[in-house]
């Protein structure tokens, strides 16, 4: 059977030297995980078998025991009431009985002891798939953490941060520049004001002061 091959080559050293070198180690657990519950399933049909047959033979072996200790009882009984005949068909069917129980009896030994090393390769093969599925949760976090970990690398190495810096200083002289042509500018159109601008203005503010005069004259005469 299988399950034999896998018992003896799917060790748990095996399954993590192949682990090592397989490129999704996750989509392999999950096959050996697979693998290994298709083949639990065939060994426990198979112990189950094995089982059904050893208590086959112990039946029979126990039928024939009985079989003899119930002749014995009959021939002596049948000797004490003096009857040979009696006595002596009963023991040559103890005689038979006692042969088929020893047959029985290597029957059921041998069965027995097969379908005790089937049950000790079934619970074996228990032990591996729960260790197999307690790997797999610790694999999918160090996995994930792993694949982050590339991913953030991946897009840091793709960044540079001289370059970024060098960015950054070339936009703020372009900005320092764009601020003195502004101010340039307004320095410019200042000064390109008109001679007849500059007097209109200036009429502007002498109106301005004199009524600001006239007004607090009438307050000061108010006193």
Known sequence: MSMFKRLRDLTMSNINALIDKAEDPIKLTDQYIRDMQEDLEDAEKAVAAQIAIEKKFKGLYEEQEALVERRTQQAHHAAQAQNVDLARRALEEKKAAETKMAEYKTSYDQNKAAADNLRGKLEEMRKQLTEMK???????????????????????????????????????????????????SNELNAKGKSLDEEFENLNKDAAVKAELAELMKQYEDKK
Do not use: C, H, W
């Open 134 to 184: 307690n790997k797999r949760e610790t694999l999918v976090a160090r996995y994930n953490a792993a694949k982050a970990q590339n991913e953030i690398n991946k897009t840091m190495s793709g960044f540079n941060a001289d370059s970024a810096s060098s960015g950054l200083k070339r936009m703020e002289e372009k900005m320092l520049q764009m601020e003195a042509q502004a101010e340039a």
